[in-house]
């Protein structure tokens, strides 16, 4: 099993910056994929980034080169960094894991196993 717990979300004017962090623990070691989707209410959830062991990126046409999505191995830290947001940015963000040994990684939310609780981010125009 895998825990997920996110954190940084909050209220932002359109054009400024926050990041997301996601802690993950329990069966981590097994895991190749971690990402970040969001959901307006009423609406499907939509994959943001996500990001392999080996290191390959994937973004959301949406987001991409705004939002940047790393890792740190050693603190079992997943982060979503999104500059200059906009108010259609607006979500309850998830960060996600894949399955133990699933080897594939993408935006889809089929890759993921495992869901965090969410943390909301407002922009404001």
């Known amino acids: 099993q895998v825990q997920l717990v996110e954190s940084g979300g909050g209220s932002v004017q359109s054009g400024g910056s926050l990041r997301l962090s996601c802690v993950a623990s329990?069966?981590?070691?097994?895991?190749?994929?971690l990402g970040w989707f969001r959901q307006v209410s009423g609406k499907e959830r939509e994959g943001v980034a996500a990001l392999e062991t080996g290191g390959n990126a994937y973004y959301a046409d949406s987001v991409k080169g705004r939002f940047t999505i790393t890792r740190d191995n050693a603190q079992n830290t997943l982060y979503l960094q999104m500059d200059s947001l906009k108010p259609e940015d607006t979500a309850m963000y998830y960060c996600a894991a894949s399955r133990p040994w699933y080897e594939y990684c993408s935006t889809s939310s089929r890759d993921f196993g495992f869901w965090g609780q969410g943390t909301q981010v407002t922009v404001s125009s």
């Open positions: 329990g069966d981590t070691f097994r895991i190749n994929c």
